[in-house]
């Protein structure tokens, strides 16, 4: 079992400002955006792909290379402007989890074309074995509801997220994990926080993030369940200067001490602390910054780890 600690102090944050550009779709496109040949404006129709889909239009879908997914459009009336939205969702067998495009892709498919593209996505049910090269995905095509679509955008095209990124935030809601498994670089936890709150209609910060193993061969694509460590943000006034420990609550109650000898001084204070948790099982912890002295808690912060499904 492995433990690690590590403090950081806050240093004032501000965010860059949102554009306000959006596509005449009513939607922001990121920065894979596709046009083939003249078009000529006044004729062209715009759709989105799972409505072109729902029209006709025919498409294949083949789990490619890497986190890509080839997917084949053709296009059996006028010219159109076709997005590839970022939370579409491609269904291939049961047992592979379904295809969900993380990127979107705006395409112009003249009438009676037939246009590939190379699309990235992750995975969309969390305990479901990941695809396979070759695997076909022919058993429909839907969406992830819009404020998952916009989240995805955001996090792509504002904080150039990563892949494994984009992943956890499919899965809060394919699966509804917590927001709080959203693990990112500490420097950007704040514009994601803000991209959240912004979002998500009553949203409460977590006050943790917590980073999870990813998935490797033995794991077939599914989640892993197992935490390596979690962040914790603290915000507190203290009125005179104390020497204090940390502590780790387990979900049966047994302390731990983290650190010892800790100077905390008089002011107002935000930090971070993290700490490797590897090996710990899922459940309801707690960490404490409490007073050497007396034992009093000057703050407590609950956290869970969720485990796999």
């Known amino acids: 079992m492995l433990i690690s600690l590590f403090l950081t102090f806050c240093a004032p944050w ?3 400002p949102v554009s306000d550009d ?6 922001d496109h990121g920065p894979c955006a596709f046009v083939h040949g003249a078009i000529d404006e006044r004729s062209v129709a715009e ?5 072109a889909i729902g029209r006709g239009w025919g498409y294949s879908a083949v789990d490619g290379f890497g986190d890509t997914l080839l997917l084949t459009l053709t296009n059996p009336g006028r010219d159109a402007h076709i997005l590839v939205d970022a939370g579409t969702v491609f269904f291939g067998p049961d047992e592979y989890q379904p295809a969900v495009i993380s990127e979107d892709i705006l395409v112009f498919v003249p009438s009676g074309a037939t246009l590939e593209l190379g699309c990235p996505s992750v995975c ?3 305990d479901a074995m990941g695809s396979e090269f070759g ?5 429909g095509v839907s969406k992830l509801d819009q404020q998952a679509c916009r989240i995805l955008d955001r996090t792509r095209n504002e904080l150039g997220m ?3 990124v984009l992943q956890n935030v499919v899965w809060v809601y394919t699966d509804g994990h917590d927001f709080s498994s959203i693990y990112v670089d500490e420097s950007e936890q704040q514009a994601l ?3 959240l709150a912004e979002e998500v209609e009553g949203f409460e910060r977590p006050g943790y993030a917590v980073r999870y193993r990813e998935s490797g061969p033995e794991d077939e694509g599914r989640f892993t369940g197992e935490a390596m460590e979690v962040r914790c943000e603290f915000s507190l006034d203290v009125a005179r200067a104390e020497r204090c420990r940390i502590i780790l609550i387990a979900p049966d109650g047994v302390t731990s001490e983290m650190l010892s000898e800790f100077h905390l001084r008089a002011g107002h204070q935000e930090f971070n602390l993290t700490l490797g948790l590897e090996g710990y099982p899922p459940g309801q912890y707690a960490v404490q910054l409490e007073s050497e002295r007396s034992g009093a808690p000057h703050f407590r912060r609950d956290f869970t780890l969720q485990g796999r499904s």
């Open 47 to 51: 759709l989105d792909c799972v409505e």
């Open 14 to 16: 501000s965010a860059a």
């Open 22 to 27: 959006r596509m005449a779709m009513g939607r």
């Open 124 to 126: 969309g049910k969390a």
């Open 135 to 139: 695997v076909v995905y022919d058993q």
């Open 193 to 195: 926080m803000d991209i």
């Open 162 to 164: 990563t892949d494994a």
